[in-house]
Every structure is written in C-alpha cells, then in structure tokens.
C-alpha cells in the first residue's frame, strides 16, 4: 500500500489545489460584481487507518467558504436605488419563480413594469406603506411586496387648508342687505374681493372669489363663491354658486378680529372641505389691503424623483413638491451569516448552519444602514488573490512530483522480476 498510498495522497493534494485555484479564478473574475464576497479555500486532513508500525499515507480534503460577513467599500453613484448596507442586514429580494433570497447587490432600477430589479434580475422586496396591506413579520418574508413605482403615477391632493388674511377699511360705507355679495344681485357691493387658486379631487383647479363687505360698524360679513359661476366674472352668480358666508366682528380699539374666526370652513366643490384661517384679519384705517391669500392642493403631478432614506423608507418625490411615503425597506439577518448558501445571482438561501431568517429597520437594534446613491464593492482583494494563485500553482507542482516519484519507484519495482 505504501506506494499506491503516496500516489493516492499526491493525487488529492493536486485535486485541492486545483479547488484552490477555482476560487481564486471566482474571485478574480467577480472583482469588480457588486456586492460580491470573496470565497477561500479551507484545508483538512483526511486519516487513513493503519497500524502503529507502518505508516498509510492519508489524503486532504476542502470546502469552500465565502466571506459573507466582511464589509465592502462603497462607491457612490448618483441613483437613489442604488442602495448598500453599512454594517449588518441583507436585502430580501425575489427571483422570477417567486422565492425569496438575501443579498448585497444593491445596484437596483426600475424596469418597464416600475419594479426596483437588480443586475441579477432579482427584484427588491418591502412592505407596502400606501394601501397598508402588508404588515411586519419578523421571522418571515410574509407580506414583503416587489417595491415598485408602478402605483406611484400622477397624484392630485386636494385643497384642505389656507390662509386669507386682509385688512379691511375701517372707514368704510356700510352695505345694505339687499346689496351684500351674500344677496348674490347684479347691484352687489363691497369692500374688496380676493381670488384663490384651490383644486378638487381630481385635481381640477377651482378658482374661489371672496369678497368682503361691511354690514355695520365693526361687523362684517364674507361670502365665498365659485369662480366658475359669476356672470361675466362677476355678479349674479349662478344657483349653487355661493360656498360660505360669515360674519366677522372686530375689536373696535386695536382692529382685530373679536368673534367669527379664526377659521372659515367651505366645501370646493368634488373636492374636500377647505378650512381658511383667518385669524389675522384686521380692520385698521387704510384701504381693503391682502396680505396673504394661499391654499394647499395640487394638480395632477408625476413622480419625479425617489428618496431612500437609512431606516429603509422610500419616499415619493412629486413635481409640486408633495411627499409621499411609498415603501419600507427591511433588512435581513440570520445568526450565521458565514454559513449561508451561495446561489446563482449573487444571493444567499439561510439553511441549518446560518440560522433562521430575521427581519428588522435599518439603522436600529444593532442592523446597519441603509445608504441610498452608494453600491458595496466586491470584497475581493486582486494582490492576495494573485499571491494564493502562485502559492496554488507551487503547491500543485510539488504535489505532481510526488506523483512522478511514485511511478518511477513503481516502475523500478516492476522491473525486477525482469
């Protein structure tokens, strides 16, 4: 057995040395995969039974092990979606038959649908903050959902508040009832009219003339009425026209409003109800004089950029600037992660060695964060790589000559029956 064995033995030391070289040859061409993790070559020595006297030459054996815990370099992009993680977690990402996978490759965009998919074509998974379907668990990919900009289309918001804040003269004339904007007459007067730009539901834009008109000293009364309505851009307004009138008292020794305030409520038309503060209306000697006259609410608007921020929310950017939080990213961890297994794509599957599946907020209970316009760099380090790819072709070498010595001892112990 004693030649036979060294020739097994130099056989399976060239055997590992070539695994050896074929994780050199992984890391070296995965050097510049993003989020890739650097694999090495781990030895161990295989014993072979024999007694005390004689020696029987053993063999070695490997495994592969992947880096999976080492932190990558950043570099920094100017795409939100492009995502990595500073310290511990995963993201959890689905491939196209639908299961779940944890990975480093951060490098998303969206595709024709609008979901967020990396280079490897696995797509980004969180929870849905919009219509509130999806709910956290925390030992599962239960109610995770392809993170997508498909259900981020053009938004109108409504008009719900606004300020109107005039001064109105205290010397003015006081109107008769029968001629109060409120009495909507051709003969109508009044002190001063304000316009405001709101919007309804759909996003249609509902002019609202406002006018203002004393009824007697220190009391006034303010009508609101739909733009759209007014005859020729004034009175009388058509049947249904007139959204709000109020009465408006002020404190006869310093101007400001006594009794009427500080709000005045007013339904726009298929929209929402919009409350006007008026609080800082006064009526001071000087002519009817605006001040400020706003309204929230926005026509249809289209998405215009995302925002990621390190706890994983992904923010709705609008044209108009209205924000909307769309998604939450969580991040994965699992006890092991050394030990999970490496599958096609540039992600992981948890199994019995790495430990369950763990989801959390980034950047909270010791998770890392996450960084929106960054990508996590291969671990790879080409010098090392190229000192083990020499070490391997020596180890190789040597391990060949040993083989080469054997047959040629065999060869000579063949010889001698000759």
Known sequence: MGLYGVMTTSVSGMSVQSDRMGTVADNIANINTTGYKAASTQFATLIAEGSVAAYVPGSVSTIARRLISQQGDFTYT?????????????????????????TRAGNFVADSNGDLVNAAGFKLLGYNLLDGSSSSVMNSAAGLQVVSTSGLGLKATPSTSGTFDVNLPADATATASADLPSANASTASYAGKTSIVTYDNLGHQVTLDVYSAKTADNTWEVTVYDASGATNGGFPYSTGSQLATQTLTFDPTDGSLASGGPTLSLNIPNGSTLSLDISKMTQLAADYTPQTATANGSPPTAVDRLEISKDGTVTAVYADGSRVDAFKIPLATVASPDNLTSISGNVYATNKESGDLQLGTGNTGGLGAIVSGALESSTVDLASELTTMVQAQRNYTANSKVFQTGTELLDVLVNLVR
């Open 78 to 102: 100017k795409s939100a979606t492009d995502l990595a993680v500073s310290g511990e977690g995963f993201f959890v990402v689905q491939s196209a038959a639908g299961t779940p996978f944890l």
